[in-house]
């Protein structure tokens, strides 16, 4: 290979590189306003849920219904939360801890916190282009 041709190919991966890490920026940035966004929902299902729970009082009349609707909408907002930190630790290249909830690189093979074990790596297959 000549000279030219490794510059080239070094060219290509700094590019190929910087595009993927700009895509990762992208991506995370829309994530934390998915996250914002999740937030204000749940603060405002929580008010409406506050003030449902206030006039059950004050009436003496029971809504189960309506009250058991506000919380499984509150608890898929917190699902879908939960699938934005995983996608978050995926693009930040980190797992979170089962003992102790700390978050550390996935290179780690234990929690520098706590020193449970983390979970094994699953093995990547090698591509069909490997040869």
Do not use: H
């Amino acid at each position: 290979m000549s000279f030219l041709d490794d510059v080239i190919t070094t060219g290509k991966n700094v590019v190929s590189t910087a595009g993927t890490k700009g895509k990762d920026a992208v991506n995370f940035s829309k994530l934390k306003i998915r996250v914002s966004q999740l937030n204000g929902e749940v603060k405002t299902k929580f008010e409406k849920l506050g003030e449902m729970i206030y006039e059950m009082a004050k009436s003496g009349e029971k809504n189960n219904e309506a009250f058991d609707e506000m919380v499984s909408e509150i608890d898929a907002i917190y699902d879908e939360l939960a699938d934005i930190d995983k996608q978050v630790d995926e693009l930040r290249n980190v797992v979170t801890c089962t003992k102790c909830g700390a978050k550390t690189s996935k290179e780690n093979a234990y929690c520098p916190k706590c020193g449970e074990k983390l979970p094994e790596k699953p093995v990547e297959e090698a591509s069909e282009t490997e040869e």
